[in-house]
């Protein structure tokens, strides 16, 4: 697929099937928190933030410190890409970090206040990243280095962190966007999942049915954060990308409430159509660009008035097949 | 067991059990109480909704606790299960201490409860429903779950058959898949009592279980709490409105009026107690 794709479709459809697959990524773990926890976060795109920065300093200055340039070093599978791939999980690391510290006041605070608050959180890491110091890109620069540059962080400030070597292919996004449906395939169907589905009905039944619902809201955000993290570091290399202070901001965030709100709350597979409708849908009608948000809220406005439960509600896609193709599914299902 | 614990005892206590406690010679109050709730209350602002609320439930008993609206009987519950915390006083089940610990650690410890206003997971399955209570019990962590370890498999496994094994008994088996929400009200309610038994309680409270049934529907329950009790060797503490089927199943009522704890007895006791009559009914001028 990674040699393949590319070649059929030319850089255009393959940057689109890349695009794709990280809007996936971010739509599958924002529905562990917003769908199925029920915490509404609007701040999404600051974890991924946070994980492309992380990801992006982590490759940008380890290339510069092990092979003297930031360009991409190695070929497929070669010592770079296995770099970017680790940044990328570290990236998703930090990541949960910051969902740890977003998720405890979730313990608090509910509905409205809550999504202030996570809304606050991708301003001030948007204000913040702007006011960080200009890139070091020149070996002399770097040679020079020494402890008083750390501070703020050399990644670019407002004009986006520049340089970062652009290894992320169809392979990794596709690979690590299995990893994320798979786990949130399987936190769905089980006790976690159940648990974290039952804080989002009725919070106060599932304390009394012995739900630590502290714990469980703490966990969505982290795991969300964690795989937005990863998706992050998956941006911040892909090429014709700069990762930029404005990308924690709302507006990005807002793509992927979207995305989780019109896949249906909790629906794994339902929020990846979502994803793929509305992440190709403007390419494909790029001369209406301009009108892209009127559209994403108009179709807000119908989702809620028709189907306020999203495309597919708590269900899967395979459970609208016909009646044969889901009895040879369910055998697998638990 | 209970009444052999009480002939031993009995010639000793005699004595002081006539002079402090009118009902002394029950034989559950020989034994050492399962749940034992001392002096609890709890205000909010200048509104003292229970006060000194005092219980001892011994194993598998079967208490009562009426009262007139707003007397305060779903806020002992609340308070019972930690879902408000106690001004003051002692509550401990067992050994374990139960004041000031989260609703969860309650639960675990051994005190379920269903709700007058029905509280389902609407959108998840009947199964679920008592799976979800069920896995209370359960050890495996995280990594478990995403890695679909032996471990997990087993639980999850147990969990089921025990989840399914729970809803024949309440005769909801062939509901299992449905939506919570989809059930009608009998069966809801019914289900509220699966989920409560699902944690494996050694107490449980029944919330108004009769609210919204009909007179049938109500002689089945009266039958199916009295076989709860036998089956799952469970205490019970049921709130409920519907005197008749109260008088005729608890062995001991507590009435509560504004908070304060009006009388405790046998059904006959109540009944015919003035302080209870005077609060249901009113009292005479000539009482006062």
């Given at each position: 697929m990674h040699f393949t794709l590319p070649g059929c479709l030319g850089p255009y459809y393959s940057r689109i099937v890349v695009d794709v697959g990280i809007a996936m990524i971010l739509a599958v773990s924002l529905n562990i928190v917003?769908?199925?926890?029920?915490?509404?976060?609007?701040?999404?795109a600051g974890f991924m933030t946070v994980g492309g920065y992380a990801a992006g300093l982590l490759t940008f200055y380890g290339s510069h410190w092990?092979?003297?340039?930031?360009g991409k070093h190695g070929g497929f599978l070669g010592s770079g890409e296995w770099m970017y791939a680790a940044s990328c999980v570290v990236g998703g690391l930090a990541a949960a970090g910051a969902g740890y510290i977003v998720g405890l006041p979730s313990l608090r605070l509910r509905g409205d206040y809550l999504a202030i608050v996570t809304l606050g959180f991708g301003e001030i890491l948007r204000v913040v990243l702007q006011q960080t110091g200009k890139v070091l890109d020149d070996p002399a620069a770097i040679q020079s280095?020494?402890?008083?540059?750390v501070l703020p962080l050399?990644?670019?400030?407002?004009?986006g962190f520049d340089g970062?070597?652009?290894?992320?292919?169809v392979f990794w996004v596709y690979t690590f966007l299995t990893i994320t449906v798979v786990v949130a395939y399987r936190l769905k169907y089980s006790g976690i999942g159940r648990a974290m589905i039952s804080v989002r009905e009725d919070e106060i039944a599932a304390q009394a049915m012995g739900v630590n619902t502290s714990r469980q809201k703490v966990l969505a955000f982290v795991m969300a954060a964690f795989f937005a993290g990863i998706a992050g570091g998956l941006f911040a290399h892909e090429s014709g990308v700069i990762i930029s202070p404005?990308?924690?901001?709302f507006q990005r965030s807002f793509d992927y409430v979207i995305m989780a709100v019109l896949g249906g709350r909790g629906s794994v597979s339902g929020v990846m159509l979502a994803a793929m409708i509305l992440t190709s849908l403007p390419e494909m009608l790029r001369d209406f660009e301009q009108y892209r948000l009127i559209v994403y809220a108009l179709l807000l406005i119908l989702m809620m008035l028709v189907r306020p439960q999203g495309l597919f509600g708590i269900h899967e896609?395979?459970?609208?097949?016909?009646r044969w193709v889901a009895s040879a599914s369910r055998r697998k299902a638990p | 067991m209970g009444c052999l614990r009480f002939k031993e005892e009995s010639s000793v206590t005699d004595l002081v059990s006539k002079t402090q406690y009118?009902?002394?010679?029950?034989?559950?109050?020989?034994v050492v109480p399962l749940l034992d709730v001392d002096q609890i209350g709890i205000s909010f602002g200048g509104l003292?909704?229970?006060?000194q609320f005092s219980l001892r439930l011994p194993r598998t008993a079967l208490y009562g606790l009426i009262g007139p609206n707003g007397a305060g009987k779903t806020t002992v519950f609340n308070l019972l299960t930690g879902v408000y915390r106690p001004d003051c006083g002692r509550m401990r089940i067992g050994e374990q201490?139960?004041?000031?610990?989260k609703p969860h650690e309650i639960t675990a410890a051994g005190i379920a409860r269903t709700f007058q206003n029905i509280r389902l997971f609407?959108?998840?399955?009947v199964l679920d429903n008592v799976r979800l209570a069920g896995q209370i019990r359960n050890t495996h962590g995280l990594a478990d779950t995403l890695l679909r370890t032996p471990r997990y498999r087993l639980q999850e496994d147990l969990l089921y058959h025990k989840g399914m094994e729970l809803l024949s008994i309440f005769d909801l088996q062939n509901r299992a898949?449905?939506?919570?929400?989809?059930?009608?009200y009998g069966h809801q309610r019914r289900l509220e009592i699966v989920r409560a038994l699902a944690t494996e309680p050694q107490v449980l409270l029944l919330d108004e279980?009769?609210?919204?049934?009909n007179p049938q529907e109500k002689r089945a329950l009266a039958q199916s709490i009295q076989e709860i009790r036998a089956r799952f060797q469970v205490a019970i503490l049921l709130i409920e409105h519907d005197m008749s089927l109260v008088m005729d199943i608890c062995e001991r009522i507590v009435v509560l009026d504004h908070g304060v704890t009006i009388c405790e007895g046998t059904p006959a006791m109540v009944q015919n107690d003035s302080a209870v009559i005077a609060a249901y009914l009113g009292s005479s001028p000539t009482d006062n």
């Open positions: 917003n769908g199925m926890t029920g915490q509404f976060s609007i701040g999404h092990l092979w003297g340039a930031a280095w020494n402890w008083s540059q050399p990644v670019g400030g407002a004009i970062i070597p652009k290894y992320t292919s404005k990308d924690a901001g896609v395979w459970h609208y097949f016909p | 009118r009902d002394r010679r029950l034989p559950t109050e020989a003292k909704a229970v006060q201490n139960l004041l000031g610990r609407p959108n998840l399955s898949r449905a939506l919570a929400n989809s059930l009608s279980p009769a609210a919204g049934l």
